[in-house]
């Protein structure tokens, strides 16, 4: 495969002509596109008359548009391209989004940018609900039985998709640790150090502005990795993976809880068109690239020989989030807040009562997976 791009279309429908190198163009000869995962057949026609099967393209929707990111089959093993034009154009919509809306969110909210964890069916606060974001953090190194045992408390950590800091700074303390966080929002990480700084941190965590499908760390070089609710922003999930798993230390611990939609049964093949439309919706309102479930993240895992593989379902224990999130931006404070901020914030409250609708479904899985790096 020759290029950096398969193809980017508008139309999206039977029979679409794609050009994605100098003078090659694809056809898509079977298959209807009807959303950011949709695998269609793709045929390589470089004239009228002569028409190659070169195999299954998949696309990544960003606004109206699908690009074509990967292609494989045709008879042969082929390797997977990423459209770099169309990756960042997502990290740029990320990026300005979370510029326009953190300042809101922590204004309302606080500096933990990601959902509590409740009881089952319990009715909370809104000190409650800050009070919730902190039991998250809690619970997931529970979960990933990170010990407090001086002598193997992790001494070096990486906050994947730090937001503001809140993780990081929760962490560092907690540990005496050192601990770094990165994003693609300026706004962000500027605004995590300035409030590090503020408490007394700011020699025990940084921050910066960089990829995490290319961290800029070195390998092996942290105790745990962390990625608290920033997975579902990632278009590669097995290059966001294969770095969390590059920059562990042996023997370190591997955090990531994230958006996914539910797992398939055996008998299916994708989601249904209704799921497909309201993931659609929640994508295009909060900067997603595809879904997946929990079982892709397993099996990714898996395919790294990492350890102590587990994973879990705490949809019931973060269902009060987003109607208490609706409700803050209802208030007079949350509406005069959305109106300065912007249109992109504005877009993604409007979507929030999507959220509600795919974990009423059982489409939306609030999931948690964990694992450990062999020590060899």
Not at 223 to 240: A, R, Y
């Amino acid at each position: 495969m020759v290029g950096s791009c398969i193809g980017v279309s508008s139309t999206c429908s039977f029979g679409t002509t794609l050009q994605w190198g100098p003078g090659l163009h694809t056809f898509i000869s079977r298959g209807h596109i009807i959303d950011r995962n949709a695998s269609v057949q793709v045929l390589n026609r470089t004239d009228n008359n002569s028409r190659k099967d070169i195999g299954i393209g998949i696309g990544i929707g960003i606004g109206k548009r699908v690009y074509f990111t990967a292609v494989s089959g045709g008879g042969r093993k082929m390797q997977t391209v990423v459209n770099a034009a169309a990756v960042e154009t997502l990290q740029k919509g990320i990026a300005e989004f979370y510029d326009e809306s953190s300042g809101i969110w922590e204004n309302i909210w606080g500096d933990h940018m990601h959902h509590g964890f409740y009881e089952p069916d319990s009715s909370v606060s809104l000190s409650d609900h800050r009070s919730a974001q902190i039991r998250m953090i809690e619970e997931a190194l529970r979960f990933a039985s990170i010990s407090d045992d001086p002598m193997q408390k992790p001494r070096q950590i990486v906050d994947v998709g730090c937001g503001i800091g809140g993780s990081s700074r929760y962490l560092a303390r907690k540990y005496e640790a050192r601990c770094q966080g990165i994003t693609l929002s300026p706004v962000q990480a500027q605004r995590a150090q300035a409030l590090a700084a503020s408490q007394g941190l700011d020699d025990k965590v940084s921050f910066q502005v960089a990829d995490a499908l290319n961290q800029p760390f070195e390998d092996g070089q942290f105790n745990l990795v962390w990625s608290m609710e920033s997975g579902e922003h990632m278009p590669d999930k097995t290059k966001f993976v294969n770095e969390l798993a590059r920059v562990a230390a042996p023997g370190g611990t591997i955090i990531i809880v994230t958006w996914c939609h539910r797992d398939l049964s055996p008998s299916e093949e994708s989601l249904s068109p209704e799921e497909k439309e309201l993931l659609n919706k929640i994508c295009d309102a909060f900067f997603l690239p595809a879904w997946c479930s929990t079982a892709d993240y397993v099996k990714l895992l898996e395919s790294l020989s990492l350890q102590d593989i587990k994973a879990a379902d705490w949809s019931e224990n973060v269902a009060p989030f987003w109607p208490a999130v609706i409700k803050s931006a209802l208030t007079w404070k949350g509406i005069t807040s959305l109106l300065r901020s912007g249109w992109k914030t504005i877009k993604g409250a409007l979507a929030m009562p999507l959220m509600i609708e795919g974990y009423n479904k059982g489409l939306i899985k609030f999931a948690i997976i964990t694992c450990r790096k062999p020590v060899s």
